[in-house]
């Protein structure tokens, strides 16, 4: 009797937490639904390839254009360049807090680098517009300081506490016995760390790279404000650009509901979605990946 | 056992609860009416929001409950909310109801004119754009006048450094910083300036009106059409070309001499309620016209 009681229970609160999880995500794909309702006739009219390679953004034009390579690629690079600056930061600091800071350090070091996620990016992008783009302005005598370098300092920052976290937490996941049987065999501290416990947190350590760049792809408020928002391609790392995020929030506020313009605006904030959707997908497959292999 | 039973009565009673939540939504509209259409939405253009809000805020300071303003209105205390978000977003925000008044800084498109062919437009003032430099840029001894086609020019980016402009010009590149394309400020200099023209593919797109005057205030080489509100709130720090020979004084925005000028709008959708009128009626008094005038716009001629 108790029993039946306790299995009914036990259904109930498992029905419920499926009820609530499917609604997550339900909303997620309501949202990709709407997006893809709100941009279809210019993904009609303009094509895949007018949209996702063309650089001609006109939507105001007769006929409007709404080709956003431009802002892809702008995108891109912001993203990249973050990462490529944050990374060795990023895995360094890692490696020191998981094997080498003492205990009393790393409990000092921890709460800063958090610290910096709870940043509000509206700040960060405001300290961008005022010190890194005049420092650059008066440093390097550049007609105006905005440019992709600028952001990707930024971004930076803003995702470095997302790699020394994450990478860390998969250096310290690897199993006890590799450690020990280094140690007995009386190798090295860095070599057991370099030449052991590295390799063996690779995915974890690619897994930290996939959510930084998913972040930092997303960003918007810090790159509006010092990307500059030009139209023409980006061709090196300090030219300026316009990425989707900074695009869609420059822009949407003005367009009138309905035109190609908000049509527009909404297929850049599809191919953002997908890209940032794409990229968690391709993070989770290489966690699922870690525990079966 | 017990842990699982608490839980599901905390769901159960949350649930309630939530339930309730609907049911009293549903059944506010009757109930509430009264309430409801004492309170006063609006929002819309960054330019004239801060003008409104200001008044808001003296208008509620003032009078404090609606029977002061008219004793045949009830004693209900006046709520005034204002919000920003763009011209696009007033007129928007107004066809669809969400506030009872969008603010405008620049004209009604047709299709929206339709839209509120009901409602009332209200010319509060104007704003004009002012061709703006830094105050050390030598273009204001060399050049301090350029023509319509000089502006079109720049800022279509087919003259590109100083030395273009003007042959006693350091040979430095123009930097041209507009508003986001298809904002308030850039269609009102694309009729009155480009008519049509691109602006230049590498102008720097600011995100707001504030940004556009910083981005000037702080670069040598920088051009930018800035709101002449802007200018006088940062006497000093911005200086200002002429067009075709005409300064961008009040004189000449008002006769329309200075061409580059907007008109700050106030639509609703329906007739105004009495109180809606009479925050109206507020606004376009000297009062609030002093407002308008103290945060650097022209008022309305009246």
Request: charged share 15%.
């Amino acid at each position: 009797m108790l029993n039946r009681r306790k299995q009914i229970a036990n259904a109930c609160v498992g029905m419920l937490c499926l009820i609530v999880s499917s609604c997550a995500v339900l909303l997620l794909l309501a949202i990709v639904v709407f997006m893809l309702q709100e941009s279809w006739p210019v993904w009609v009219s303009q094509g895949f390839s007018g949209i996702a390679f063309s650089t001609n953004w006109n939507p105001l034009g007769d006929p409007p254009l709404t080709g956003i390579g431009t802002m892809i690629i702008s995108t891109l690079w912001v993203a990249m360049g973050g990462l490529f600056i944050a990374a060795p930061i990023g895995f360094c600091a890692a490696i020191f807090l998981a094997e080498f800071a003492p205990p009393r350090l790393a409990d000092i070091i921890r709460p800063v680098l958090n610290i910096l996620t709870g940043i509000p990016s509206v700040v960060y992008g405001f300290l961008g517009a005022a010190v890194l783009v005049s420092f650059f302005e008066v440093n390097f005598n550049m007609a105006s300081g905005e440019s992709l370098f600028c952001a990707s300092l930024i971004l930076t920052v803003m995702v470095l506490p997302y790699i020394v976290a994450t990478s860390e937490a998969a250096l310290r996941a690897v199993p006890r016995e590799y450690r020990q049987t280094a140690l007995a065999l009386g190798v090295s501290k860095p070599y057991l760390t370099l030449k052991v416990l590295v390799p063996l947190a690779k995915k974890g350590l690619v897994g930290a790279l996939i959510l930084a760049f998913g972040r930092a792809a997303g960003e918007t408020m810090a790159v509006l404000m010092v990307a500059g928002n030009v139209l023409i391609m980006p061709n090196s790392w300090f030219s300026k650009g316009e990425p989707l995020s900074a695009l869609i929030a420059l822009e949407l506020g003005s367009a009138e509901v309905g035109s190609a313009h908000y049509q527009g605006l909404f297929a850049a904030g599809l191919v953002l979605l997908i890209f940032v959707m794409a990229i968690n997908l391709g993070l989770a497959f290489i966690r699922r990946d870690k525990k079966t292999g | 056992m017990k842990r699982i039973r608490n839980l599901l009565v905390m769901m159960l009673v949350m649930g309630l609860v939530l339930l309730a939540g609907c049911a009293g939504q549903s059944e506010q509209p009757g109930a509430s009416d009264s309430a409801e259409v004492l309170d006063i939405k609006l929002g819309g253009s960054s330019t004239l929001s801060p003008v409104i809000a200001k008044c808001a805020d003296d208008f509620t300071e003032k009078y404090k409950t609606w029977n002061n303003v008219d004793p045949s209105l009830p004693e209900e205390p006046i709520v005034i909310f204002v919000s920003t978000g763009g011209s696009g977003f007033g007129a928007r925000s107004a066809i669809d109801g969400t506030f009872d008044m969008g603010l405008l800084a620049r004209d009604l498109k047709d299709t929206e004119k339709e839209s509120l062919s009901e409602g009332v437009v209200v010319k509060l003032g104007s704003d004009a754009l002012t061709i703006a430099v830094h105050p050390e840029n030598p273009v204001l001894q060399v050049r301090p006048d350029l023509t319509t086609e000089e502006v079109k020019k720049i800022f279509a980016g087919e003259i590109k450094t100083w030395k273009e402009l003007d042959d006693q010009l350091p040979d430095r590149p123009i930097v041209v910083a507009v508003r986001d394309l298809g904002g308030g400020a850039s269609e009102v200099f694309d009729e009155n300036v480009m008519q049509g023209t691109p602006i230049a593919k590498d102008a720097l797109q600011m995100p707001s009106m504030g940004a556009l005057a910083g981005k000037v205030m702080e670069n040598k080489d920088a051009i930018g059409y800035v709101s002449y509100g802007f200018v006088g709130q940062n006497e000093g720090k911005i200086a200002v070309l002429s067009v075709d020979g005409y300064q961008p004084t009040a004189e000449n925005i008002n006769s329309g001499d200075y061409k580059i000028s907007r008109p700050l709008l106030l639509v609703t959708k329906d007739v105004p309620t009495v109180e809606q009128q009479l925050f109206i009626d507020y606004l376009e008094s000297e009062e609030g016209m002093q407002v308008l005038e103290g945060m650097g716009f022209i008022p309305a001629v009246n």
